[in-house]
Nanobody, 128 residues
């Protein structure tokens, strides 16, 4: 069974930066390579619905969903390391949330309900 494990969260001051990582494993065990899956980042703030941020396809084509993070958050992936990243810059207090990565076969989507695999999340707290 494929697994996704996020890391890199923590406490950061407003205006600060973090880089989140999501390490994937187990895809070859089900007959697929990592690069046929799209990887997305979502976040869920306390009391709010899970929000799609960005998605990247195996060939590095990016779709951004959240206008509120445009120009501040950047998704990337390294297929040789089976890892997807989310660079968070100029963080704001409203960015406090659990950040999740998710995998979906071949196509990007902002939909929470059509993902094949989810990680457990990593907490980002933006506070002075």
């Amino acid at each position: 069974q494929p697994q996704l494990v996020e890391s890199g969260g923590g406490l950061v001051q407003p205006g600060g930066s973090l880089r989140l990582s999501c390490a994937a494993s187990g895809f070859t065990a089900i007959g697929f390579t990592f690069d046929v899956y799209t990887l997305s980042w979502f976040r869920q703030a306390p009391g709010k619905e899970r929000e799609a941020l960005s998605c990247i396809r195996g060939e590095d084509i990016v779709t951004n969903y959240a206008g509120s993070v445009k120009g501040r958050f950047t998704i990337s992936r390294d297929n040789s390391k089976n890892t997807v990243y989310l660079q968070l810059n100029d963080l704001k207090p409203e960015g406090t949330a659990v950040y999740y990565c998710a995998a979906r076969f071949r196509r990007c989507s902002h939909n929470v309900n059509d993902k094949n695999y989810w990680g457990e999340g990593t907490l980002v707290t933006v506070s002075s």
